[in-house]
């Protein structure tokens, strides 16, 4: 079981702006909240998101070697569809809009989501084969 993961972002408050909103969402609750990060948990699992003095690059680039994207489960494909709606106002868009909800193949209905500071996130509803 994955214990926990952290990331480290250049804005803190963009990161809570957005992360925490999509957390929230999916039942996630603040874990633990520092000058520098926030963490949310659900379960024995919890996310970290940190301004760390110790960054090298100003930016996240996905397509450079190490984290991609998180995908997480959504209860259903309604339930995908309204985080996507509701992603613009925290600071979210759709990727890959011409090929949504099948960005991942037919038999997949999810949604990739990108923040302004470029961290990818994937919505996958658990009722689709």
Known sequence: MLHHVEIWVPDLGRAVGSFGWLLGALGYTVFQSWGSGCSWRLGATYLVVEESSALTAGEHDRCRPGLNHLAFHVEDSGAVDALVAEAPAHGWSLM??????????????????????????????????
């Open 96 to 129: 890959f809009p011409d090929r949504h909800p099948h960005a991942g193949g037919e038999q997949t209905y999810a949604a990739y989501l990108e923040n302004t500071d470029g961290f990818e996130v994937e919505l996958v509803a658990i009722d689709t084969p």
